[in-house]
């Protein structure tokens, strides 16, 4: 099989144990706006806070790039989690600069393994996170899952600015402004 940056990211993720045999092995990228030949439907912020299974616990939406939306909607399964890994290792791959606004539509949790795979990333990723990411706005309307946050991040610093709000129109305006210093904007905004 070919290794594309798709296939090379998905390697990356997954770690030297799995193996890609074939194309049909390759896990579906959730990344709306990466290039994949499934196409993807769109669903409503009405349809993500719903209890189906619509959308994976945690969703990536790269269609308004520079901003990047990653939603998470109840408690975040390893299998979604993994796919998130995937899709952010294309968003690194892409070398494009971003900012990031994560947004939990109820209260979200991640285990324990979900975690330390994040925190691993993060750590194999500094340099290029610390030269692609213009900050990142964390939007959880929960005060426990704030507080959680505010001190995971309190141990572990990561390499770009960020905020811990509860409001979406506060993590937007902090947004556009980290934007608006970097020269750029969203589209349509």
């Known amino acids: 099989m070919t290794s594309g ?16 045999n074939s194309a049909e092995q390759l896990p579906y990228l959730h990344c709306v ?16 806070a719903g209890v189906g299974n619509l959308m994976p ?25 993994n796919q998130y890994i995937i899709d952010s290792n294309a968003v690194v791959a892409a070398e494009k600069r971003y900012i990031l606004l994560y947004e939990a539509l109820r209260e979200a949790r991640v285990s324990p393994r979900s ?4 925190a691993n990333w993060i750590k194999m990723n500094e340099a290029a996170l610390r030269k692609l990411c213009i900050g990142s706005a964390f939007c959880f309307a929960s005060s426990l899952t704030r ?43």
């Open 33 to 48: 706006g990466y290039p994949r030949e499934q196409p993807h439907r769109t669903v409503s912020r009405a349809d993500m």
């Open 115 to 118: 975690r330390s795979l994040q």
């Open 5 to 20: 940056w798709y296939e090379l990211a998905v390697q990356s993720a997954l770690g030297p144990a799995f193996h890609l």
């Open 57 to 81: 616990s945690i969703h990536m939406d790269c269609t308004r790039l520079p901003l990047i939306c990653v939603t998470l909607s109840g408690d975040v399964t390893d299998e979604d989690f």
């Open 147 to 189: 507080g959680a946050l505010t001190a995971v991040l309190w141990m572990t610093k990561l390499p770009f600015e960020y905020t811990v709000l509860g409001n979406r129109q506060q993590a937007m305006e902090w947004v556009q402004e980290r934007l608006h210093n970097a020269n750029m904007a969203i589209p349509g905004i």
